[in-house]
């Protein structure tokens, strides 16, 4: 079976899902872009699926039968650092941060786009595959090098301060994934910040003014409307 584009061989998706139609569907679109697909129906079977068939990302509901999808992400937290994208009807941004300050990667909303969940889950397994350790971090025009504290755009050096930079370094580090408001604040100004949003919007501005070519559109730090941000992944 030919593999997806930028489709590395031999992964295995777990979906959690308690519809079957749903089931469906991601199986037979999943196995056309060439990945293997198991499929459970409830939290504590998908959890068990995890340990034992150690599968390189998960697609996981909210709604389970037997345990909320934010519990089973909690519990997957303990002890992995599996790719977990969130596919479920609960639209609301309380649903979402729950979510995604949970540990989970990403969160789309059913009715989804085929597209974009390959896109999403393409960018989930590529943050996996690469050292943590890896010095740059490109992007577009935009090179951020980690060991030299760099940051250039379209060939040009940029000059950040050391706030500003500390929150492009915590975004390169998660390049592709959702940060919440309050998990940034926490990493990058301390836990007592946690509840500060204007000083992160005010500081995503001023990264954005630097870094961005029109910061009124921008390209690299993409906002996710009332939940927080993500540093859009090549």
């Avoid at 959690?16 to 697909?37: K, M, N, P």
């Avoid at 990667?105 to 974009?116: S, V």
């Avoid at 995503?204 to 003014?209: D, P």
Wanted: overall charge neutral; charged content about 25%; proline content about 5%.
């Amino acid at each position: 079976m030919a593999k997806g584009k930028n489709q590395m061989p031999d992964q295995l998706v777990l979906v959690i899902d308690d519809e079957e139609a749903i089931r469906r569907f991601l199986r037979v679109a999943l196995s056309s872009q060439g990945y293997t697909v198991v499929e459970q129906r409830t939290g504590r079977e998908g959890i068990s699926c995890v340990a034992t068939a150690k599968p390189d990302v998960v697609i996981l509901d909210l709604g389970l039968p037997d345990i909320d999808g934010v519990e089973v992400t909690r519990l997957l937290r303990e002890w992995t650092r599996i790719p977990i994208i969130i596919l479920s009807v609960r639209g609301s941004e309380s649903d979402k941060i729950a979510a995604l300050d949970a540990g989970a990667d990403d969160y789309l909303t059913k009715p989804f786009g085929m597209g974009e969940l390959l896109a999403r889950l393409r960018a989930a397994l590529r943050r996996t595959a690469n050292s943590p350790e890896e010095p740059i971090f490109t992007t577009g025009g935009l090179i951020v090098d980690l060991s030299r504290r760099l940051v250039t755009v379209s060939g040009h050096e940029v000059q950040l301060t050391p706030t500003e930079y500390g929150l492009l370094r915590v975004l390169v580090t998660h390049a592709g994934k959702v940060l919440t408001h309050r998990h940034l604040l926490r990493e990058v100004w301390g836990v007592e910040f946690g509840e500060e949003f204007h000083v992160l919007h005010v500081n995503i501005s001023n990264l954005r003014r630097k870094i961005e070519p029109d910061p009124a559109r921008p390209q690299f730090i993409i906002t996710e409307p009332g939940v927080g941000y993500r540093l859009r992944a090549e």
